[in-house]
């Protein structure tokens, strides 16, 4: 959905990135299985970094799914997807209703209609997921009021944001027992709010839409550049902190990829 939580692949050992492929198909497959064939359209590598965390330490067993997209058999595995899929779907489907209210006339068509086709898998996860729907709710509800005002404190959006990461990392029993996943993802979606400020500025600049980074900073020059780069930084290091307190998994080194070079990648590309 956002795009900024990806493995840097050229870092990845072959059996690594294998895995991280498997992880993939095995959340699709999940999404497809649990909330229908139109869930899959809410997967992405974010989610996967999720599956990731999620997952207790149950060893690796590879099967085979057929994909959907291409028809040819891809390798899956073991992961227990049901939490990061659960949060997939409810956070696209309020994401979708936002863009029916902020987007032009094409964009808020093709949202309307895909989220009457996510209706059913989301209805399905709300009821799984409530207190996590709940505050998705409440934080993208808070996002618009300090948007309508125009707040100048750029740390309340990030802030407000980052608290629908954070309860995504208190889904299922390792979430639920390690606190510093949840306090990890609080940190990775500060770096995802800002990351994503920072690559929709030009647009949102020409289009005329909100954008934070121009309401608390002004104009994107080289000092407001070097501030979101610091808080970029910060972000991803206090998240990095917290991941190397975990206890390993077999999903580990995707973990560390994702967090020390992917998002390194990220923030070199945007600033």
Not at 187 to 193: A, M, N, P, V
Request: overall charge positive.
């Amino acid at each position: 959905m956002f795009g900024y939580l990806r493995a840097y692949t050229p870092e990845l050992k072959v059996r690594e990135a294998s895995l991280y492929k498997a992880v993939y198909c095995s959340l699709c497959r999940e999404l497809g299985k649990s909330y229908g064939i139109a869930a899959r359209m809410t997967l992405s590598y974010d989610f996967v970094l999720l599956a990731a965390l999620l997952s207790p330490d149950c060893g690796v067993v590879y099967g085979k799914c057929r994909c959907p997209a291409s028809l040819k058999k891809k390798s899956c595995c073991g992961i227990d997807c049901t939490a990061a899929a659960g949060a997939s779907v409810i956070l696209t489907y309020h994401k979708l209703g936002d863009d029916i209210r902020d987007e032009r006339l094409t964009r808020r068509i093709a949202a309307r209609l895909a989220r009457i086709l996510l209706r059913r898998g989301y209805k399905k996860a709300r009821r799984q997921y409530a207190e996590f729907d709940k505050t998705v709710a409440e934080c993208l509800a808070r996002l618009t009021e300090l948007e309508t005002a125009r707040s100048p404190v750029f740390d309340a959006y990030c802030d407000t944001f980052a608290r629908i990461t954070a309860a995504s990392g208190r889904l299922g029993t390792r979430g639920a027992e390690s606190p510093a996943i949840s306090e990890a993802l609080y940190c990775l979606g500060r770096y995802i709010y800002i990351a994503d400020a920072a690559d929709d500025y030009k647009e949102d600049e020409v289009r005329g839409r909100f954008n934070p980074i121009a309401a608390c900073f002004g104009a994107f020059d080289e000092n407001a550049k070097q501030r979101i780069t610091d808080l970029l930084t910060l972000a991803a290091g206090s998240a990095g902190l917290q991941i190397e307190g975990l206890a390993e998994t077999a999903y580990t080194p995707i973990i560390r990829n994702v967090v020390f070079w992917g998002v390194k990648q990220n923030i070199d590309r945007i600033t």
